[in-house]
């Protein structure tokens, strides 16, 4: 008898860390759109175009930590946010709000886009 509680209490805190490990993807793993800081280096300003100037460049940064896809991203000139990789043109492939598009034309990289910044 004691064997068969023991199996249940570990079955049970399985399913209860099974749980949580599930509740917290959810919680914490799509931060996309929210606002992310771009190395200040010399390559990041050549090709996001420097801060400082009126520049409608669009780039992406790959490793960026603030980044739950480690991509931190410009579109024509916006503030830098949180991006993630999208399926050609296909707008399914992002979350509601916002489209696929290729970032810098040429690529072949795609990349969802808050629906804010289309039109830029």
Same mark, same amino acid.
Not at 49 to 59: K, L, V
Not at 68 to 96: E, H, I, Q, W
């Given at each position: 008898?004691?064997?068969?509680?023991?199996?249940?209490?570990?079955?049970w805190?399985l399913?209860a860390?099974?749980?949580?490990?599930?509740?917290?993807?959810?919680?914490?793993?799509?931060?996309?759109?929210t606002?992310?800081?771009?190395?200040?280096?010399?390559?990041v300003?050549?090709?996001?175009?420097?801060?400082d100037?009126?520049?409608?460049?669009?780039?992406?940064?790959e490793?960026?930590?603030?980044?739950?896809?480690?991509?931190?991203?410009?579109?024509?000139g916006?503030?830098?946010?949180?991006?993630?990789?999208?399926?050609? %043109?296909?707008?399914?492939?992002?979350?509601?709000?916002?489209?696929?598009?290729?970032?810098?034309?040429?690529?072949?990289?795609?990349?969802?886009? %808050?629906?804010?910044?289309?039109?830029?």
């Amino acid at each position: 008898m004691h064997h068969n509680q023991t199996h249940r209490n570990t079955a049970w805190r399985l399913a209860a860390a099974l749980f949580l490990m599930a509740l917290l993807s959810v919680a914490c793993g799509d931060d996309f759109g929210t606002e992310c800081t771009l190395p200040d280096n010399e390559f990041v300003d050549q090709a996001c175009g420097a801060s400082d100037e009126n520049t409608t460049q669009s780039c992406v940064v790959e490793n960026i930590i603030q980044c739950d896809s480690r991509l931190c991203g410009v579109y024509r000139g916006s503030n830098a946010f949180c991006t993630k990789r999208c399926d050609g %043109k296909n707008d399914t492939s992002c979350p509601s709000g916002a489209f696929c598009s290729e970032f810098v034309v040429g690529t072949g990289e795609f990349f969802c886009v %808050k629906a804010e910044f289309e039109g830029r």
